[in-house]
Structures are given as structure tokens and as C-alpha cells.
């Protein structure tokens, strides 16, 4: 996925973080994780991507080698597990103040097919479907990790970090056949020969 780095330092400088719609380049917020919060940036540019505004690195060295963990987590979570991940980007960029500001990227998704919003719009029949798809995915995983003792691989698989394929909010039925994405990469949880 490209990033527009630039437009990336024009919104950063910009950046109001207690009204970011009031930004000089308008954003809203999709999101909050643990230590970041989500991006739509309102920029032709910008258009159908998410953007996590990851917490500050502290050195180009920690920037760098994150960049390379959360690459390799996606490739190997979609090539090597089989757990579809929406097309993704990374960019960081060292600000006027110095600091090394880092976004990771994916397309936007429609809010409805996230699977705490989905649920609550489905009956116990497609609960029940979204939960054993979830499990299904998890069981990708642990065959995985069996199979692999050098290379160990993790997940949070909580419902809102899963987003069902092509789900139509209007008519919120759901099957085996179903395809979901994960979608919090952003924390790639993975150990290679025991690091």
C-alpha cells in the first residue's frame, strides 16, 4: 500500500489531538487502542485508509526495526497461517520537533462489519456462526504453532479486532463460508527460536 508521507508531516504539524477535526487537515477518530488512536484523514490522498498513530520511538534503530517486525507479522500471518489481514502500509517520518512519529496504515473498513458492531446487529444464529468463524481462524493459529516450534506466532482475538467480509449491515446474515480479516497487527506478537 503507498502512503503519502507528506501529507503525513502536513497533518502532524496541523494536528489539534483534543478536537482533531479541527486540525488543519480535519481527521476523525476511528479508534483507540492501548497506546494509539485511529485516523480517517480527511485528504483525497488519505481516502478509504485508517491510519495508527503509533506511540513516539524513541530512536531511528527502534523505528526501523519495528517497520521490519510488523511487515514480516503480516506476511506471515496471510502466507504462512492463512489469516487475511486488510492491505496494509507503514510510513514514519522525523517531525520538526525532532520526534520520530510513526503510522501503521490499513484500508478502512466499513464500521458495521467490525465484529463488535456486527454482533449487535445479528441474531443468535449468525452469533453463534461469528464466533465459530473466529474460532476457526484461531485454530489456523494453533495448528501453526504445533507445527512450527522455531517460529511462534500470536494474536488478540477478541471479537472487535475481526471484521467480517463484504457484511451487509441491512441484511446482517452470516455463514460458515463467511471470510473474516484481523485487523490489530499493529502489535505483532511473534517469537523467532525462542526471541
Known amino acids: 500500500m503507498q502512503v503519502d508521507i507528506e501529507l503525513l508531516k502536513e497533518f502532524e504539524r496541523g494536528l489539534d489531538p483534543a ?7 480535519p481527521a476523525r477518530v476511528l479508534g483507540y487502542g492501548e497506546i494509539s488512536t485511529i485516523f480517517e484523514i480527511q485528504a483525497e490522498s488519505a ?16 523505528v526501523a526495526n519495528y517497520e521490519l517486525l510488523y511487515n514480516d507479522y503480516n506476511i506471515v500471518l496471510q502466507k504462512e497461517i492463512g489469516i487475511n489481514v486488510p492491505p496494509y502500509g507503514f510510513a514514519w ?5 525532532g520526534n520520530i512519529i510513526a503510522f501503521d496504515v490499513q484500508q478502512k473498513l466499513t464500521p458495521e462489519s467490525i465484529g463488535n458492531r456486527a454482533l449487535q446487529l445479528m ?20 495448528d501453526f504453532n504445533r507445527a512450527n516450534p522455531q517460529l511462534a506466532v500470536g494474536i488478540d482475538g477478541q471479537i472487535s479486532n475481526w ?8 441484511d446482517p446474515q452470516i455463514d460458515s463460508r463467511a471470510k473474516l480479516l ?6 505483532p506478537l511473534m517469537k523467532k527460536a525462542g526471541v
Open 19 to 25: 478536537q482533531p477535526e479541527e486540525s488543519k487537515i
Open 47 to 62: 481516502k478509504n485508509m485508517a491510519y495508527k498513530r503509533m506511540p513516539i520511538f524513541k530512536t531511528r534503530e527502534e
Open 93 to 97: 517520518f522525523i517531525s520538526d520537533q
Open 123 to 142: 441474531n443468535t444464529i449468525n452469533i453463534q456462526a461469528l464466533f465459530l468463524l473466529v474460532l476457526r481462524e484461531l485454530k489456523k493459529l494453533w
Open 163 to 170: 471484521s467480517i467480509v463484504g457484511f451487509d449491515p441491512s
Open 182 to 187: 484481523y485487523i490489530d497487527t499493529s502489535t
